[in-house]
C-alpha cells in the first residue's frame, strides 16, 4: 500500500497563490506517477496535473500557464499561481503504481474568492 498525506490549500482572492505539497510513504518502488486531482460540487474529479517516476508532466488545459507540478516520485508540489474562482475545488493527491493501483489522499479544501 501507498499512504498520502496532503498539505496546504486554503482560501485565496482570485489572482492570488496557493501551494500544496504531499508526501508518499509505503510502497514507494512501486510508484508510476503522482499527481493531483480536483472535484469541484456537482462536477466529476478531474486530472489538475501529474508527474511520472521518469519526469514526464501532464496538465489540464484550464491550468497550463499558471499552475506547475514538481518533485520526485515521493513527494510532489502544486505551485498555483493566478488563481481563479473556478479553481475552487477539494484538491486530491494521487498515487499509480506499476500493478494499476491507485491510492488517493484525503483531500484539501482550495477555495478562491472573486
Known amino acids: 500500500q501507498v499512504h498520502l498525506v496532503e498539505s496546504g490549500g486554503g482560501l485565496v482572492q482570485a489572482g492570488g497563490s496557493l501551494r500544496l505539497s504531499c508526501a508518499a510513504s509505503g510502497r514507494i518502488f512501486s510508484i508510476y506517477s503522482m499527481g493531483w486531482y480536483r472535484q469541484a460540487p456537482g462536477r466529476q474529479r478531474e486530472l489538475v496535473a501529474s508527474?511520472?517516476?521518469?519526469?514526464t508532466t501532464t496538465y489540464a488545459d484550464s491550468v497550463k500557464g499558471r499552475f506547475a507540478i514538481s518533485g520526485n516520485i515521493d513527494h510532489i508540489n502544486l505551485q498555483m499561481n493566478m488563481l481563479k474562482p473556478e479553481d475552487t475545488a477539494v484538491y486530491y493527491c494521487?498515487?499509480?503504481?506499476?500493478?494499476?493501483?491507485?491510492?488517493w489522499g484525503q483531500g484539501t479544501q482550495v477555495t478562491v474568492s472573486s
Open positions: 508527474l511520472t517516476r521518469g519526469g
Open positions: 494521487n498515487t499509480f503504481t506499476h500493478s494499476q493501483e491507485d491510492y
